[in-house]
């Protein structure tokens, strides 16, 4: 979302290589949060012109009706928020069956239990640190805390489930992230805002997450 949306190719291009793991896509249908994006086509488009992973992050409701759609269309992993999902088990399962890595975001208000009982079926939980919608807001730093709890319920299950925050993640932030139990870092504005280009931005936010801050930046 934090991409140039006229040179999505050129972006995403620069970010091979550069040590970033996965593309994380944010979907938004203008219902469940106040901004429109990405669709099917696109995702379509970015599996052509990429070999790193194609995370999907719907931010839409009634997710379960588009699963298949977004695995055709290329993705490796579909996370769904909590919020709007009344059969989340159901949806998890399916994801699964599509051959992708399932995942579960959850709002900042949404508490950290809400996901004990999925969690087994979740590859990825996904604590938002923003209040979705939009880039360039700061991290919540509450949400710290409830990636803690997140962490500390993957461990108490024996699971190898991600635990992944999303939303106002740099490199002042990063290391925090990963000291409170998260080992999935999404970051938009501070990769792709990054004055040296998205792959000066991905390896900054990744050396600061290693401890190692690069450059100070
Ligand atoms: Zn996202």
Redesign the pocket.
Known sequence: ?AADFGHLADAVAALEGSGTERL?V?VMDGVFVPNFTFGTDTVRALRRVTDLPLEL?L?IVEPERHLETFASAGADAITVHYEVSPHLHRSLTAIREFDCRSGV?INPSTPASSLDDVLEMCDLA?VMTIN?GFGGQRLIPRMLSKVERVRAEVERQGLATDVEV??GVDAGNARACVDAGANVL?AGTAVFGHADGPAAGGQAVLAAAAGTPSDGR
């Open positions: 979302m994380h944010d992050h931010m975001a996904l979705p999303d939303g999404v």
